[in-house]
């Protein structure tokens, strides 16, 4: 198993500026969520991905937006960044079109800073 | 709609010593239930999950937790704490769809 791999692990952004993220999932697994977690929190899902469709979607506006590849490796975008979106960004592999029953596997995650 | 209150946000304990970190949660519908650790400066690890079946569930370095249905909580115990348990502690509930809701975590302090 080659497990989660989030890129990059740290970035810098201006407000307004626009951000993508990175991850290759676990492999075997074709479900990957994407957590945002801030700072003394726990994560908040954001979306999740099952076979390069969207199929679930937390409370997040539509600047946040997401990819999946058909080596299942996705990709989160954030535009208009706003300080709030500083946080760790967290993506999560798991098997299965709701991917709740194995429990997942986290990457370590990027730091975003917005300034 | 679901939620997950842990009860203590920062436990100290010395090594050595038995630890149980709190943990209730709110679902109308039968659910999942997961608890997790997060080493400074990194994701999230599983450490244990119940499905169904026992209520008692056994993780990884000596975790246990009890799913009691009654008390809606499940709470995580470890007889004996060493020092490299230093962690955060995350519960979490899913109930069969495509979010987990996450607590606010516990700070769990092991103490030489």
């Known amino acids: ?115 | 709609a679901q939620s997950v209150t842990q009860l203590d946000s920062q436990v100290p304990v010395f090594e050595e010593a038995p630890v149980e970190l709190r943990c209730n949660y709110s679902s109308s519908v039968s659910v999942y239930l997961f608890w997790y650790v997060q080493y400074p400066n990194q994701g999230l690890q599983l450490l244990l999950k119940y499905l169904s079946g026992s209520t008692l569930v056994k993780g990884i370095n000596g975790f246990e937790a009890e799913f009691n249905k009654s008390q809606t909580s499940f709470h995580l115990r470890k007889p004996s704490v060493h020092i490299s348990d230093t962690a955060e502690y995350f519960c979490a509930v899913n109930t069969g769809g495509f979010k987990t809701i996450f607590g606010a975590g516990t700070r769990l302090f092991v103490k030489a």
């Open chain 1, 1 to 115: 198993e080659t497990g989660v791999t989030q890129s990059p692990t740290h970035l810098i952004k201006t407000r307004g500026q626009q951000v993508t993220l990175r991850c290759s999932s676990q492999s075997g697994h074709n479900t990957v969520s994407w957590y945002q977690q801030a700072l003394g929190q726990g994560p908040q899902f954001i979306f999740q991905y099952y076979r390069e469709e969207e199929n679930g979607r937390g409370n997040f506006p539509p600047r946040f937006s997401g990819l999946q590849f058909p080596n299942y490796s996705s990709e989160l975008n954030v535009n208009a960044l706003e300080l709030d979106d500083s946080a760790l960004y967290l993506c999560a592999s798991s098997l299965g079109f709701t991917g709740s029953d194995y429990g997942y596997t986290f990457g370590s995650g990027t730091r975003l800073t917005v300034v």
